[in-house]
């Protein structure tokens, strides 16, 4: 196994930049530079080039083979964190022959070691990529070991079910009936909590962003004004002039549960010129991401067509503006009138977006499936578990326990346990330098 380092800080001025070496050639570049450190202690060291010149003061902590995040001899230097003094203990230790970690190289190193199954190691990848709250808690809970946890008693239930469906096979002679039917509930118990593990996935996954709020109307409804009044601040351009917003704008919108971000965008209408077809052009293409639209039509007007289409089509509200100058209209059911100084209103509204975030919530003992391998693998074992009720009810018990045993292949797989050398280089490719 070669030595390798990378810098586990992300680039760029801090006060610290750390620079992870592991591998048999540890112990041999600390002798060369005199340097002898009690395991897992913290110390204080000139860290010198091979010409001895001194390149910083580090603080230098040594994990010995195989207590160590790799499973091998782990060096770990805390630098000043500037990225040319990185750069030059690098080349340093590059010209001693210790070669630039590829990316996730090192956690690869730790599932190879045996140190952790692959499942817990995509939740690395998973938790430094989490972009909400909930999509990190269930990277958590992944990487303290809930997943596997989770699959062992289903794990038991494919043991036993193939050993049962087997037996069938060995008596199916003396028996009339053909058997099996018994089994039947635990197959289904197996399917309802592979479907439980990949709908938390799946909502988890839905909101891996901050959900968008995207506002879209007529020109001149009140689009960038109802944005200006939610965010409590005069962002956005707003005139009486049809044709005021072109691009669309991404405004992050604090609510009491977290950050949705507003999309406020160019109004659809009758295009006049070419620069009115272009805008509308960009406001449909951002229709396409929208977690939630909100079509903007004044108070008072008749619903065109193409606006009760819009808010008719998944997830939409029907927001009725102005109503200060409209005194005497009463807003339809299910539609929200609001006009920008109207503060409960605009609350009412604003609680409402925000109820996007608590759709992704995760129950306290809930466990998501990470990535999208893990999400395969539970496929395939979805898959084998169907054909597997299919042959049981066919009184085909030979063929049933084939399946029963390549669904639990397949849950192995997803926990690592198998895991053939490609799957490792497609999982670590998508991780940075230096995990
Ligand atoms: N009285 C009153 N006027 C409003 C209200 N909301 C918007 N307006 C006015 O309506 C006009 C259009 O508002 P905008 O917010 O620019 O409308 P828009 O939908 O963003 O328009 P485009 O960007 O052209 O598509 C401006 O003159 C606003 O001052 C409101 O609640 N009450
Ligand atoms: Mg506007």
Not at 140 to 158: F, I, M, N, S
Request: charged residues 25%; negative net charge.
């Amino acid at each position: 196994m070669t030595t390798i380092c990378a810098p586990t800080t992300a680039p760029g001025r801090s006060a610290i930049s750390v620079v992870r070496v592991s591998g048999p050639e540890v112990g041999r570049i600390l002798s060369d530079r005199s340097i002898v450190l009690a395991e897992r202690r913290a110390t204080l060291v000139a860290w010198k080039a091979r010409d001895a010149r001194v390149l910083d003061q580090a603080l230098a902590v040594r994990f010995q083979a195989p207590r160590s995040y790799t499973g091998e001899d782990v060096l770990e230097l805390s630098l000043h964190g500037n990225p040319l003094l990185v750069r030059e203990v690098l080349e340093d230790l590059h010209a001693d022959g210790i070669r630039l970690a590829l990316p996730g190289e090192f956690t690869r190193r730790a599932v190879e070691a045996g140190r952790i199954p692959l499942s817990r190691a995509e939740s690395v990848g998973a938790l430094i990529h989490a972009e909400t709250s909930q999509s990190l808690e269930a990277a958590r809970r992944v990487l303290a070991g809930g997943l596997e946890e989770r699959l062992e008693p289903l794990r038991k239930t494919l043991v036993d079910l193939s050993a049962r469906l087997e037996l069938e096979v060995d008596f199916a002679e003396e028996d009339a009936v053909p058997g099996g039917q018994e089994l039947l509930p635990w197959v289904e118990d197996g399917l309802l909590e592979l479907d439980r593990l990949l709908a938390a996935q799946e909502r988890i996954r839905s909101r891996g962003h901050a959900p968008r709020v995207v506002l879209v109307g007529s020109p001149n409804a009140g689009k960038s004004s109802l944005a200006n009044a939610l965010l409590g601040e005069d962002r956005l351009l707003v005139s009486a002039i049809a044709g005021t917003t072109r691009d669309w704008i991404e405004i992050p919108l604090p609510t009491p549960r977290g950050t949705v971000v507003l999309v406020d965008t160019a109004g659809l209408g009758d295009a006049t010129d070419e620069l009115d077809h272009l805008a509308q052009e960009r406001t449909h293409r951002i229709l396409k991401a929208a977690d939630l639209r909100l079509v903007v039509v004044e108070a008072g007007r008749e619903i065109k067509a193409a606006e009760r289409h819009l808010a008719e089509g998944g997830a939409s509200l029907l927001v009725r503006t102005k109503t200060d100058l409209h005194p005497r209209w009463e807003a339809p059911q299910g539609q929200w009138p609001v006009h920008v100084a109207d503060r409960n209103a605009l609350a009412a509204l604003c609680e409402r977006l925000s109820e996007l975030l608590d759709s992704s919530q995760l129950a306290p003992d809930e466990i998501a499936l990470v990535g999208e391998r893990q999400r395969q693998e539970a496929c395939r074992a979805q898959r084998e578990l169907e054909s597997c009720r299919g042959a049981i009810a066919q009184g085909r018990p030979e063929i049933a326990a084939w399946h029963a045993r390549q669904a639990r292949c397949a849950l192995e797989e997803l926990l690592g346990e198998i895991t053939p050398d490609e799957v490792l280089g497609a999982v670590f490719s998508s991780f940075c330098i230096g995990k």
